[in-house]
């Protein structure tokens, strides 16, 4: 069997991810910015568009502070990422909320809840 080459857009997605992350952490001296976490990035298949998906439950942020922190350093961090990655067009960057790790310490909530429940009663 025949496994599907790996995509030039998942390639680049891996890339912007991690220069991103590292962007983040240690250039932006934003300690907002230091508290959001990476998620998951997609590229369009022309590869003009990169989709960031954020996640901030550990640092406090609500999604909409999150975002706008995020887009105040758009700038900045997409000039960084063009240093770090070479490719003939760099993709515009758009940050998106992942609710899908609050979603999980929720279901990690109740399923304690249902836990604690059982040994008590």
């Known amino acids: 069997m025949r496994r599907a ?9 891996s890339q912007i991810k991690k220069a991103v992350s590292e962007i983040i952490e240690f250039e932006s001296g934003n300690e907002k910015l230091k ?10 298949g022309d590869l003009r568009i990169a989709t ?7 640092g406090g942020l609500s999604p909409k502070e999150a975002l706008d922190v995020l887009d105040k ?19 515009q960057i758009r940050f998106q909320y992942d609710a899908s790790i609050d979603y999980g310490f ?6 304690k ?9």
Do not use: N, Q
Not at 5 to 13: E, G, Q, T, V, W
Not at 35 to 44: A, K, N, P, R, W
Not at 76 to 89: H, P
Not at 113 to 120: L, Y
């Open 5 to 13: 080459p790996y995509k030039r857009k998942d390639r680049l997605a």
């Open 35 to 44: 508290s959001i976490t990476l998620t998951d990035v997609e590229v369009s």
């Open 52 to 58: 960031i998906f954020v996640s901030s439950s550990v």
């Open 73 to 91: 350093a758009k700038g900045f961090i997409r000039k960084s990422l063009a240093e770090r990655i070479r490719v003939r067009y760099m993709p």
């Open 106 to 111: 929720k279901i990690d909530e109740i399923l």
């Open 113 to 121: 809840e249902i836990k604690d429940d059982e040994e008590g009663g």
